[in-house]
């Protein structure tokens, strides 16, 4: 948190934890004003970890420059989903992709643009909710998603529609979320976080609220089945489910991962599908 300021916790007037169900047009709103409250101070804290013109996909610190997982990128129109403040689509630019970023939140955004104009690498910008994309059919040749928007969502299969709709045939689509095992620990990174402490079978969304009972933050859990049921009910085909190993000597904590989780269950989840 910057010095000085409040967070986003107190701006919004977060009082409680509850686990209800939250339909789709309530998340949205609610992770809206979560990440434009939080967003200076996420970036305070995780923005060297994630860079300026820099693809990182997850915590343990795979890069797409080592894993290749989108092919072959040069004149390739690349639709980034939950760009944040934009650090891959900007990487992509520089390896001759013609990258979109596309995010819910305008606090986010507003670093993003910021970081085009420092770092001189431009990439269009459009804030708008992942399950309803505001482009065309068959628009994009790639899309991509390092930890953006499919965990915020209520309906995460109609994220999976909506980008098998914006992609060619063979457009390929490459997804990374927390691994959904994840689920059944709480977020302590140190020895509190290695005991079971919920079923991994509840999908009952964690939601903090205010004092008049109205969510601050939603984060949606669906197992490991669910995901690749959404990927196949899109219609596009799963071609790999990667999951991240923590790299030997590698000490950073960053937020619930840490060396100790790392090196006995996986943090991250990346789906590599394409659209036949």
Do not use: K
Not at 27 to 35: M, V
Not at 213 to 240: C, F, S
């Amino acid at each position: 948190m910057n010095a000085g300021s409040t967070s986003a916790e107190q701006r919004l007037g977060t009082a409680a934890v509850a686990r209800r169900a939250v339909g789709s047009a309530e998340s949205q709103r609610a992770n809206r004003a979560w990440w434009d409250a939080d967003a200076d101070d996420y970036l305070a804290e995780y923005g060297a970890d994630i860079g300026d013109v820099d693809f990182v996909w997850c915590p343990e610190g795979l890069r797409e420059a080592d894993a290749r997982l989108l092919g072959d990128l040069a004149g390739r129109r690349v639709l980034e989903v939950g760009c944040g403040s934009a650090p891959c689509a900007r990487w992509l630019a520089t390896r001759g992709a013609w990258p979109v970023g596309v995010d819910l939140s305008g606090g986010m955004l507003r670093h993003a643009a910021s970081f085009n104009t420092t770092t001189g690498v431009t990439v269009p910008l459009v804030q708008a909710g992942a399950e309803r994309l505001p482009f065309a059919d068959r628009t994009f040749d790639l899309a991509c998603s390092a930890f953006g928007a499919v965990p915020f969502v209520a309906e995460p299969e109609r994220v999976m529609r909506e980008v098998a709709r914006v992609l060619r045939p063979g457009g390929r689509w490459v997804f990374a979320v927390n691994h959904p095992m994840r689920w059944m620990f709480s977020d302590d990174p140190g020895e509190g976080g290695l005991t079971v402490d919920q079923s991994y079978f509840d999908r009952t969304p964690y939601v903090e609220v205010d004092a008049a009972g109205e969510p601050t933050y939603v984060e949606h859990h669906r197992t490991l089945g669910d995901r690749i049921r959404d990927v196949v009910a899109a219609g596009l085909v799963l071609d790999d489910l990667v999951e991240p190993e923590w790299p030997e000597g590698r000490e950073t904590v960053w937020g619930q991962w840490s060396p100790l989780r790392g090196a006995l269950f996986p943090g991250t989840a990346v789906f590599v599908c394409h659209r036949p």
